[in-house]
Nanobody
C-alpha cells in the first residue's frame, strides 16, 4: 500500500507562515495529481490546492495569493507553503494523492492529517 506521511503542522500567529510537507512511499507507477484538503471545526472538508502531473495548480479562492502548492517529483513529495495565515485557516490539513499503482490501476490515498492552528 502507498502511504502518505504529513508533517509541518503546528501553532502559528496570524500573519505568519508555515510549510506543510507530504511524502509518498510505496509502489507508485505514476502520479496524476497531488492535493491538499482541509477540514475546520464544524465545517466540511474542502479542497485547498491541487497540482497535476504537468505542474498545473489550482486554489480555492480563500487562499489565492497566500498559499502555494509545489512538488518534488524525485522525492514524491508535495508541499503547501502558507503565508499570511489567518485564524480562519485553522484546520486539519490532509494530503491526498491520485495515482496509478501500475499501468491499469487508478487509485487514491489520504494522509493522516496535520493540524494547523493560527492564533490571533
Amino acid at each position: 500500500q502507498v502511504q502518505l506521511v504529513e508533517s509541518g503542522g503546528g501553532l502559528v500567529q496570524a500573519g505568519g507562515s508555515l510549510r506543510l510537507s507530504c511524502a509518498a512511499s510505496g509502489s507508485i507507477f505514476s502520479i496524476n495529481a497531488m492535493n491538499w484538503y482541509r477540514q475546520a471545526p464544524g465545517k466540511q472538508r474542502e479542497l485547498v490546492a491541487t497540482i497535476t502531473s504537468g505542474s498545473s495548480t489550482t486554489y480555492t479562492d480563500s487562499v489565492k495569493g497566500r498559499f502555494t502548492i509545489s512538488r518534488d517529483n524525485a522525492k514524491n513529495t508535495v508541499y503547501l507553503q502558507m503565508n499570511n495565515l489567518k485564524v480562519e485557516d485553522t484546520a486539519v490539513y490532509y494530503c491526498h494523492l491520485d495515482y496509478n499503482a501500475d499501468y491499469a490501476s487508478y487509485l487514491e490515498v489520504w494522509g493522516q492529517g496535520t493540524l494547523v492552528t493560527v492564533s490571533s
